[in-house]
């Protein structure tokens, strides 16, 4: 699933941000609005994304407000995106070259075809 569908799936999550990042990224990522949001619609806090994008290879995430207790899955949703080819989602590295990305060996090439920026 792409991040722009997470966008349209995540409504009131991303109130606030468009989520950038390549579509391979989008399981892990649903995993984590799908937790976020299932807290909100049990009466709970409903998290706002502030920032949803690749930063230096992996998946950098920003929520406010978010309830503490999904605080640490948070962090291990970015842990796992340098574990995951942002291309295509299969098991990959994190390349620390000047330009720092997370690939499979089918993917070590290939550029963002996906928006980066979200202005
Ligand atoms: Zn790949």
């Keep these: 699933m792409s991040l722009a569908d ?24 649903e995993v984590l609005l ?12 409903q998290a ?3 920032l949803t994008r690749e930063k230096w290879g992996r998946l950098s995430l920003r929520f406010s407000p978010l309830d503490p207790a999904d605080e640490a899955m ?17 098991p990959g590295t ?3 070259e000047a330009w720092h990305r997370t690939r499979c060996n089918a993917h070590t090439e290939a ?8 202005r």
């Design 6 to 29: 997470l966008e349209s799936k995540y409504p009131l999550i991303y109130t606030h941000c468009h989520p950038r990042g390549g579509p391979g990224w989008g399981a892990l990522l």
């Design 34 to 45: 799908d937790q976020l949001q299932a807290r909100a619609d049990s009466g709970g806090v």
């Design 48 to 50: 706002r994304a502030l």
């Design 74 to 90: 948070v962090v291990y949703v970015e842990k796992l995106s340098m574990h995951i080819c942002e291309v295509c989602g299969a």
């Design 94 to 96: 994190l390349i620390p």
């Design 111 to 118: 550029r963002p075809t996906w928006p980066t920026s979200d």
